[in-house]
């Protein structure tokens, strides 16, 4: 980086201190779910923020946060933004340095270049980790994108049981006007985010231009045997769910394997029914997450698990229970935002990589209303989810730089 950025990384950072009190968890955590009393001054703090930006502010029916800076033309906003809420803890970075950037750019363009032709809006989005609700699914952008379904507001519960409408009820939000948050004049949704992976730390490069977000399912895989004596019974004499599960979990960790970059797949959860020491259990219950940014290769992903999973259980004798608990499409970004991306950081004279996304994120649910990008700014060692995950003042300043380059581009010059 030879020119001198637009952003400061001091200012930057100063904001990123600054949220991270709402909610601070140990040193460096943030611990902040969604319509807590941290989320709600964090969200204040916000507002504080957009209205001294010029920004003028509003709040949606689901709790986000929106400021808008009006533009002559009046329609085709252009939205940039993040969530506000953190893992249980995280850190500091994840979601709110996406806000920050939207903020700081749309600062720095209306100060620099007055008012755009189209309206620029920064969103502080709520509940994108699930991290008290954990079927709500992206809720504040599902809201957004009409995605919520009426039933939704008493099926989603936080891990105590309560229903998400009476938890909003509590922070003063109407759960009977979610529908009020769908928007229909969003043209496009740029957002800024850490990487959450080791590719730019590798390349030694500040910023990244997202190709694409990967299409993800869960799978909640039920296998049933028959509960023994553990000491008692032979072992050619038992039905045990345990062995299926063991040999389906190191064969679709291995089709991710021979698949090859960027084929994941994961198993998070696992529980034994009943669960004693000494009795071979009767039930096993886990989750499958598979993802792949390709459709070609995800299905074929898909299939292998499948097809692995239903010999197994087959041969075993076990009664197998295959659920699909979340199916999420790719969302590759829009090309012609791709295209402004890269122009934009080659004028900033800022090398930055092209990379998919293996994480989800509200950019996935907003690609069903309009047009996406994303930018991804380097973690530290590739840490995420956690108090320990960093990203250095200067790379979030070069990749705020490329965003308000490319809001630029889409909300003056367009
Ligand atoms: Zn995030």
Known sequence: MTRALPIDPAEVAWHVERLAHFGAHGATGVWRTVYSPEWTAAQQQLAEWFQAAGLSVRQDAVGNLWGRLEGSAGCGVIATGSHVDSQRPGGQYDGALGIIAGLLAVKHLRQTYGSPRRPLEVVSLCEEESSRFPTAAYWGSRAITGQVRPADLTEVRDFDGVPIADVMRGVGLDPDRVAEAVRHDLDAFIELHIEQGPFLEDANLPVAIVSGITGMRHYLVTLTGRADHAGAVPMDRRLDPMAGAAEIISGVIGNAFRLGRPAVTTVGQIRAEPGGRAIVPDRVIFTVDARHPVPEQRAELYRQHESLIREVAARRGLRLTL???????????????????????????????VLPSGAGHDSQRMATICRTGMLFVQSRDGRSHTPDEYTAPEHAAAGIAVLAATLHGLAYDE
């Open 323 to 353: 659920e699909i608990m979340l199916d999420i499409d790719p969302a590759p970004s829009d090309p012609a935002i791709m295209a402004l991306h890269e122009a934009s950081a080659r004028g900033l004279e800022i090398p930055c990589l």
